[in-house]
């Protein structure tokens, strides 16, 4: 059975901190690890890493694909408020469906 | 391009009543995913169409659960007989399937119906 693990599960930091989230994954026929934002319902889509050792950037988030390790970390610098969200990571299989396996998440708390 | 809809926003509703759930995906994808979300969990995935037809359900959709999407383009999700359990977030997903090589995993969701069960 795929499974992903995500830590830690929840995070308080002060703005301005950085913070690393954690996301491990065991998925058969793994294609793609994805990061998402849910902040109130939708998850809304951060990033898709295929390749190892190629790190996404995207404003003060940016993440990298460990292929070797079955991980990924999510960076997040100079933290805001409106960060404060939880970030789910999904490992997706290549095979049929492309069903993605989700993580618990880790709830970000950001205060001022 | 107005993403995922999602209607009911919210419902509550009676054990044993039936409910239905509709999504709207994004015009132009052909892969429509449901997934449920219970609190402190991340989404777990039920059934997905590749247009009209229904092509794989998790063993999480028990035969109390249908869904449909007749025409290939919006779903409905039907829970008959509703339990305290059932409970939940449903989240719909939709994407461009074999439009492009990333595009595959690539998943929009909506905002979720929010089940509630007394």
């Known amino acids: 059975e795929d499974k992903v693990v995500q830590s830690p599960l929840s995070l308080v930091v002060h703005e301005g901190d950085t913070v690393t989230l954690n996301c491990s994954y065991e998925?058969?026929?793994?294609?793609?690890l994805l990061w998402y934002k849910q902040e109130k319902k939708a998850p809304t889509f951060l990033f898709m890493l295929t390749s190892s050792g190629i790190e996404k950037k995207s404003g003060r988030l940016s993440s990298i694909l460990d292929k070797k390790e079955l991980s990924s970390i999510l960076n997040i610098t100079a933290t805001q408020t409106g960060d404060s969200a939880i970030y789910l990571c999904?490992?997706?299989?290549?095979?049929?469906?492309?069903?993605?396996?989700f993580g618990k998440g880790t709830k970000l708390s950001v205060i001022p | 391009d107005t993403g995922v809809s999602q209607n009911p926003r919210h419902k509550i509703t009676k054990r044993g009543q039936n409910v239905t759930f509709r999504c709207d995906p994004i015009?132009?994808?052909?892969?429509l995913y449901w997934y449920r979300q219970t609190l402190g969990q991340g989404p777990e995935f039920l059934t997905y169409f590749q247009n009209e037809a229904q092509l794989e359900k998790s063993r999480l959709l028990s035969d109390r659960f249908s869904a449909e999407r007749p025409k290939g383009s919006f779903s409905t999700l039907e829970i008959q007989r509703t339990e305290q359990g059932d409970s939940a977030m449903y989240l719909c997903?939709?994407?461009?399937w074999g439009q492009g090589p990333s595009a595959n995993e690539k998943l929009f969701f909506g905002s979720g119906t929010q089940l509630s069960v007394l």
């Open positions: 997903a939709s994407s461009p």
């Open positions: 999904a490992g997706a299989s290549g095979a049929g469906s492309y069903q993605l396996t």
């Open positions: 015009s132009e994808h052909n892969r």
């Open positions: 998925v058969t026929n793994f294609r793609s």
